[in-house]
C-alpha cells in the first residue's frame, strides 16, 4: 500500500508559476498510475491530470492543458506538476492520487489519496 504527501502550495498572484511535488512511500511506485485532482471550495474534486509508470500516456483536465505539465520520478518515488500562467480560477486544494491499472480519470477509479496541499492564486 502507497502513502502520498503532496507539497508545494503556497500563495502566489495570477500569471505566476508553481511546482508542486508528490511523494510516495511504501508499494511500488512504478507500478502506479498516478494522478492529480484539485477541489475548490463548495465544488466536487476535478481531475487535473494523470501519468502511467512509464509517463508514456498524459492525459490533462480541459481546463488545465496547455498550462500544467506532469512529471514523474521512479526512482525517486516522486511525481511533480508544474503549474504555468496561474489563474484565480486555479485556486483549490491539490491531491496526489494513485491507481493500479490503466489511467483513468475519474476520482472513483483511484485507490489512494495524499491529504492535499492547498494553492491560492491572487488576482
Known amino acids: 500500500q502507497v502513502q502520498l504527501v503532496e507539497s508545494g502550495g503556497g500563495l502566489v498572484q495570477a500569471g505566476d508559476s508553481l511546482r508542486l511535488s508528490c511523494a510516495a512511500s511504501?508499494?511500488?511506485?512504478?507500478?502506479?498510475?498516478m494522478g492529480w485532482f484539485r477541489q475548490a471550495p463548495g465544488k466536487e474534486r476535478e481531475f487535473v491530470g494523470a501519468?502511467?509508470?512509464?509517463?508514456?500516456?498524459?492525459r490533462y483536465g480541459d481546463s488545465v492543458k496547455g498550462r500544467f505539465t506532469i512529471s514523474r520520478d521512479n526512482p525517486k518515488k516522486s511525481m511533480y506538476l508544474q503549474m504555468n500562467s496561474l489563474k484565480p480560477e486555479d485556486t483549490a486544494v491539490y491531491y496526489c492520487?494513485?491507481?493500479?491499472?490503466?489511467?483513468?480519470?475519474?476520482?472513483?477509479?483511484?485507490?489512494?489519496w495524499g491529504q492535499g496541499t492547498q494553492v491560492t492564486v491572487s488576482s
Open positions: 492520487a494513485a491507481r493500479v491499472g490503466i489511467l483513468r480519470t475519474n476520482v472513483g477509479d483511484y485507490n489512494y
Open positions: 501519468i502511467n509508470w512509464g509517463a508514456s500516456s498524459i
Open positions: 511504501g508499494g511500488t511506485f512504478s507500478s502506479y498510475v
